[in-house]
């Protein structure tokens, strides 16, 4: 069976620190991988997609980024972070046009202080 | 681009009252709908899916129909639990690019 993990489930930045947070499926070839970021207020936002090695979709433009850097790793990255990054922070994975939902991991919460 | 619209919350309820959470999309292509669900601390489960027209998602006693005359994929269930309280998130996925877009989730409470 596929399973999604993503590390770590707590985490404290200071401002400006950088940031590497990792989400791996295992169980699955070749899948479609997402991050999103959930802030109080507005809902679960899509950050990044990616349907292949290499391949990254940004959907919101800010000091974050995303690389897949190997078939069924995602991984978000910051320079410096923000107060404003502040965050619960959830990757999930999906098999794409076949069976279109998103499996989930347990998230990251992300407090930048 | 695609978008999904849902009832803000919280909504309360007593325990076995009926429920309906409202959500409505627009998109593009022509997308599969979704409703997850996320328990305090955790991250989301997927609750039902429907991928077409008039396809009845349910599960745990909920159920969602697909309205594409409406754009619509109402969340409904006919009598809830204090177990049930929790967020609710109607999603979309959009064929064409594989995108998932959710909405801004509505938090129910059931009272005992």
């Known amino acids: 069976s596929q399973t999604i993990h993503q590390w770590p489930a707590t985490l404290v930045q200071p401002v400006g620190s950088p940031l590497s947070l990792e989400c791996t499926v295992e169980?699955?070839?070749?899948?479609?991988l997402y991050w999103y970021r959930q802030a109080a207020g507005r809902g679960l936002q899509l950050l990044f997609y990616?349907?292949?090695?290499?391949?990254i979709s940004s959907e919101v433009p800010q000091n974050l980024s995303a690389s897949r850097p190997q078939d069924r790793q995602f991984i978000l990255s910051s320079k410096k972070l923000l107060l404003s990054d502040s965050g619960f922070y959830l990757c999930a994975w999906g098999a794409g046009r076949v069976n279109t939902e998103a499996f989930f991991g347990q998230g990251t919460r992300l407090t930048v202080v | 681009g695609d978008s999904v619209t849902q009832m803000e919350g919280p909504v309360t309820l007593s325990e076995e009252a009926f429920l309906t959470i409202n959500c409505t999309y627009t998109a593009t292509g022509y997308p599969s709908l979704f409703w997850y669900v996320q328990y305090p601390g955790e991250g989301l489960q997927l609750l039902l899916k429907?991928?077409?027209?008039?396809d009845k998602g349910s599960n745990k006693g909920f159920e969602a129909t697909y309205r594409k005359e409406t754009t619509s994929f109402h969340l409904e269930k006919g009598s809830v639990q204090v177990s049930d309280s929790a967020v609710y998130f109607c999603?979309?996925?959009?064929?064409?690019?594989?995108?998932?877009?959710f909405g801004k989730g509505t938090r129910l409470h059931i009272l005992p």
């Open positions: 429907a991928t077409k027209a008039d």
């Open positions: 169980g699955t070839s070749n899948p479609n």
């Open positions: 990616s349907v292949g090695i290499g391949q």
């Open positions: 999603a979309l996925s959009d064929r064409i690019d594989d995108k998932i877009i």
